[in-house]
């Protein structure tokens, strides 16, 4: 079995080359059982299709505001354009194709936007499910992030490879 750490270097994620969140997905998901994946933020498409080379079986869903970052005949892989400040079309998508067993945040990284996916999609989170939020920029954003989400906690990651936004805030496991 592939790491995702390889798999996001290989279709061109960030997410193992500036970022270091590899091993921390791998140490998330050992047996790479997940059925239903949704991440925000697009852009080219790496991610989504590592998750879905490393899953399996999932389903993996992308959300972005960006019409042009849409993917469009990938296997298993569907995409929405929407705003995470758009709550009703976050609903929709998270009646129509959740509850998802992990979310992971790589929009906009704006706070204000972080906490309004949060309270859209944490309804959509299946029982034993996984939130993330990626690349948060520094203390004031993860003290403002923690008091918002108390049954959240800190991953900080920045020492590995001296990267400043190198801090997740991960809710659930
Ligand atoms: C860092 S990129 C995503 C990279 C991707 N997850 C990967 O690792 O390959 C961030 C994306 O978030 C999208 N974005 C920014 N603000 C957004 C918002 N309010 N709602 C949805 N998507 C947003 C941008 O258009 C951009 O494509």
Not at 74 to 85: D, G, K, N, P
Not at 90 to 96: D, F, P, T
Not at 132 to 145: H, M, P, T, Y
């Amino acid at each position: 079995m592939e790491s995702l750490g390889t798999l996001f270097d290989r279709f061109g994620s960030d997410k193992n080359t500036w970022h270091s969140y590899g091993t921390f997905y791998d140490d998330l998901f050992p047996d790479r059982q997940a059925n239903s994946i949704l991440e925000i933020g697009v852009h080219s498409g790496a991610s989504l299709r590592a998750w879905a080379a490393g899953f399996p079986s999932a389903q993996v869903y992308g959300i972005d505001v960006n019409p042009n970052a849409m993917l469009v005949g990938e296997e298993r892989i569907t995409t929405f354009c929407a705003s995470v400040l758009d709550a009703g079309s976050l609903e929709v998508i998270g009646h129509e194709r959740g509850p998802f067993e992990l979310i992971v945040d790589d929009g906009s990284h704006r706070v204000v936007e972080m906490l309004h996916a949060w309270y859209s999609l944490e309804p959509f989170l299946s029982e034993g499910g996984v939130y993330v939020i990626e690349d948060i920029s520094g203390e004031l954003d993860l003290r403002l992030l923690l008091r918002a989400i108390p049954e959240s906690r800190c991953v900080d990651l920045r020492s590995r490879k001296n990267q400043w936004d190198d801090l997740l805030l991960v809710v659930g496991r």
